[in-house]
Each structure stands twice: as C-alpha cells, then as structure tokens.
Nanobody, 122 residues
C-alpha cells in the first residue's frame, strides 16, 4: 500500500508561483510512475502532469504546458510540481497519484494523496 502526502498549496496572486511536493511512504517509490491531478467542486478530476519511474519522460496537459513542470527525486521518495505563471483557473485541489506508464501514456491507480488546495486570486 502506497501512502502519499502532498504539501505546498496555498493562496497566491495571478502570475505567481508555487511548488507542490508529494512524499511517498513506499520504499519502492522508484518503481512507480507518478502523476498530478486537480479537481474543482462539481467537476471531474483532471490530469495535470505525469513522470515515468526514472524521471526521464514527462507528460502534461495542454492547459499547463510551458507553465508547470513535474520532477522527482527518487532518493527522497518525492515528486514535485513547479507551477509558474499561475492563473485563477488553476484554482483546485491538487492530488498526486502513484501509477504506471508506457512510452506514451500514464495509467493512474487507486493510490492517491489527500490533496492540497491551490487558490489563485485575480
């Protein structure tokens, strides 16, 4: 069972930056691809970005391309989401997921963190 704990959310003005972190309890963290998703009330959970197990390949949603960067440190069992040029529409609860991947696709699993709130004011 993988336990995931996110941190780094908060309130920021439009144009600002935040860095989210997700720490995994699992010693085999480096075996998992990792993803970030976000959700706002009344909407489906939305894919934001993902990274493969080695950190050599990443994917991101078109809405965040060029602004958000996913990275990982397998020695620290941690995945990061650097968010720059934030917009009010980025406001959501951001959650990390431990999953798997192929060359072209990230596959989420049932392993989710509790989420961290990001609020971007205009």
């Amino acid at each position: 069972q993988v336990q995931l704990v996110e941190s780094g959310g908060g309130l920021v003005q439009a144009g600002g930056s935040l860095r989210l972190s997700c720490v995994a309890s699992e010693r085999t963290f480096s075996n998992y691809a990792m993803g970030w998703f976000r959700q706002t009330p009344g909407k489906e959970r939305e894919f934001v970005a993902a990274i493969n197990s080695s950190g050599g390949r990443t994917w991101d949603a078109g809405s965040v391309k060029g602004r958000f960067t996913i990275s990982r440190d397998n020695a620290k069992n941690t995945v990061y989401l650097q968010m720059n040029s934030l917009k009010p529409e980025d406001t959501a609860v951001y959650s990390c997921n431990a999953g798997s991947s192929t060359v072209s696709t990230y596959f989420p699993t049932e392993y989710w963190g509790q989420g961290t709130q990001v609020t971007v004011s205009s």
